[in-house]
């Protein structure tokens, strides 16, 4: 993989073009690699997050491949996709918060495993038409998130596509026991780490005309647009012994049943204990527990742990890091969402399903 072709990226001084409120085409795929690569690199903030591990970035990016030197951890790699008209739309999506977004899901994936991100490459599928500030501003929150969590991108590629897609491969590092979705045993509580549904609203509310001002609103819309991967409570999961995790991203209920699946094992899961901001409340009073259940793109962390281990650990997360249901005996997958009578939830929808 590859952003550019260039014998040296520490003696490279991009060629800077007078006027850049132009189309891609107008640059050419070379005049925008350059302009890219130079904008990963000067705007980059801090030491990556594997230096205290003996990882060293050798070869950055500029050349065939990135290259560094490893270290005592172990290293982690995924890989996320975001196609117009699937998972965005530019009316619900700005470009800035779509490379936040973008790098985000990927983050979140690192995260629910207990590790910190590292490194990243950036392949990107566009219409010539597109215009290069739009894609600065793509950069520019892939950048802004990147400087938040220590994530440097080091390569990529870009190809001529009919819609915008971006896809994102993040390594990481961990220096511990990873945790895992398959390790959840009979009577283990079920944790989230943060509030649920938050996304899901904000697209409900963008989606449905006129009924997307003030702070509520503004709130949802942040949240499904610039979530905060939780990476501080992932490393503070693994830390305090916690075995069995993932991130929330197609949806609690169906992210329960994967997890469940993997595990061997069923759960039940209580709609009164599940953590809702009030923002959520107000803007779908009838539709809050659907949207917390199924709304999907949260990127907190689903955790199951021994009640022992579970006490411990919610004194050290931070608010509202909640007991949401538990493990049981049955069916692989199985998951029974129960009200507060005891009685089953009937919902309309369900998870996240590219080919459902």
């Not at 539709?287 to 006490?311: K, N, R, S």
Request: contains cysteine; aromatic residues 8%.
């Amino acid at each position: 993989m590859e952003i550019a072709r260039l014998d040296s990226l520490s003696n490279f001084r991009p060629y800077r073009y007078n006027h850049l409120d132009m189309q891609i085409k107008d640059l050419g795929e070379f005049g925008v690699i350059e302009q890219l690569c130079a904008m990963v690199v000067e705007q980059r903030s801090g030491p990556d997050n594997g230096a205290g591990l003996g990882f060293r970035l050798e070869v950055d990016a500029g050349d065939d491949t990135a290259a560094w030197k490893t270290g005592t951890g172990t290293e982690l790699i995924t890989t996320d996709t975001m196609v117009e008209g699937v998972h965005f739309t530019r009316a619900t999506t700005p470009w800035r918060d779509l490379g936040w977004k973008a790098m985000a899901s990927n983050i979140s994936d690192i995260a629910s495993m207990g590790g910190l991100p590292l490194y990243a490459v950036v392949t990107l599928g566009l219409p010539p038409e597109t215009e290069f500030d739009d894609l600065k501003e793509l950069y520019g929150g892939m950048l802004e998130i990147n400087n938040e969590y220590g994530v440097a991108i080091i390569g990529g590629d870009m190809v001529r596509s009919p819609v915008v897609f971006i896809t994102v491969g993040l390594t990481g590092v961990h220096s511990g026991e990873l945790m895992l979705r398959s390790t959840a045993t009979e009577g283990d509580l079920l944790g989230v780490t943060g509030f649920m549904g938050g996304s899901g609203g904000g697209l409900k509310l963008m989606l449905d005309e006129g009924n997307d001002a003030g702070e509520a609103a503004q709130y949802l819309k942040e949240c499904h647009r610039r979530p905060w991967p939780a990476v501080g409570q992932g490393q503070q999961l693994a830390r305090a012994g916690v075995k069995t995790a993932m991130d929330v991203s197609d949806g609690l209920a169906d992210d329960v049943g994967k997890m469940m699946r993997a595990s061997g094992l069923s759960a039940r899961v209580f709609v009164e204990k599940l953590p809702v901001h009030p923002a959520l409340k107000e803007m779908f009073p009838r539709d809050w527990v659907d949207l917390a259940l199924h709304g999907g793109e949260d990127y907190q962390i689903l955790f199951a742990a021994a009640p022992e281990t579970m006490d411990r650990v919610l004194t050290l997360l931070p608010q509202p890091a909640v007991v949401i249901g538990e493990v049981i005996m049955g069916q692989p997958g199985g998951v029974s969402i129960l009200d507060n009578q005891g009685r089953e939830w009937a919902s309309e929808t369900g998870g996240w399903d590219h080919f459902g």
